[in-house]
């Protein structure tokens, strides 16, 4: 079943955060009431896991008046990236996020960070490209989060990949030329609903050099 909402655009200077564990609806009402308004929540690489985004969890959030986005996990650190793998995930990504509900056109995010130092810049190349097709067929536009040792410079990250919009994590550690961020995180700072710093991180939208905006679900 659809979420209840529609795919709009997130201006500039609004602060959100990303958790890594489910939100209650006193929790999204808490965020909220601190100013708050929007989450960007996890999708599984294979499988959804219990601490993954349900259909009615992401109706919850949409409710307490915060936009939604979601992100997929990234393998652990040292990891090897491939085409092969990128498709893989990339597809499962698109279908986790039809299954919860998530209009056509919300941005989908790959998570890009501490790859393997052996890696080609050519295998994170197919790997962020799959990705983004897969994703891209199944109605949803795709964003990279980048992280610390992504495996590619900024310039690479620019004009080797197909994405436009782009999301930097607190550690990272090049910049994207010519566009910049359209959401830019930080670290938590204290726990807010329940939730601590260490299951959640802040972030802030921004219009990149390019006027791009994030593309997100908001309630009706």
């Known amino acids: 079943m659809a979420l209840s909402g529609s795919v709009q655009s997130g201006s500039s200077g609004l602060k959100g955060f990303d958790a890594n564990t489910p939100v209650s609806a006193t929790t999204a009402q808490e965020f909220h009431a601190q100013g708050y308004r929007f989450c960007v929540r996890y999708v599984g690489r294979e499988v959804m896991k219990s601490n993954d985004l349900t259909a009615e969890e992401a109706q919850t959030i949409l409710a307490s008046g915060l936009a939604l986005m979601p992100v997929q996990h990234v393998l652990d650190p040292g990891w090897n990236p491939t085409a092969a793998l990128g498709q893989e995930y990339g597809a499962n990504a698109a279908k986790f996020a039809a299954q919860i ?35 891209a067929a199944g109605g949803f536009v795709p964003g990279l989060y980048v992280g610390y040792q992504p495996g590619l410079t900024g310039q ?65």
């Not at 550690?173 to 601590?196: A, E, H, L, Y």
């Not at 959640?200 to 990149?208: A, E, I, K, L, P």
């Open 101 to 135: 509900g998530f209009a056509p056109g919300t941005n989908l995010w790959c998570d890009l960070e501490c790859v393997a130092t052996d890696t080609t810049a050519q295998d994170v190349i197919g790997y962020c490209n799959a990705w983004y097709d897969q994703v």
């Open 156 to 220: 690479q990250l620019y004009a080797s990949l197909k994405f436009q919009h782009y999301w930097g994590a607190y550690n990272v550690d090049v910049s994207i030329p010519n566009r910049g961020w359209q959401i830019k995180q930080s670290t938590g700072t204290c726990t807010i609903g329940g939730i601590t710093t260490e299951c959640y991180d802040d972030n802030v939208t921004m219009t990149d050099l390019r006027g791009g905006q994030v593309l997100w679900m908001a309630g009706a």
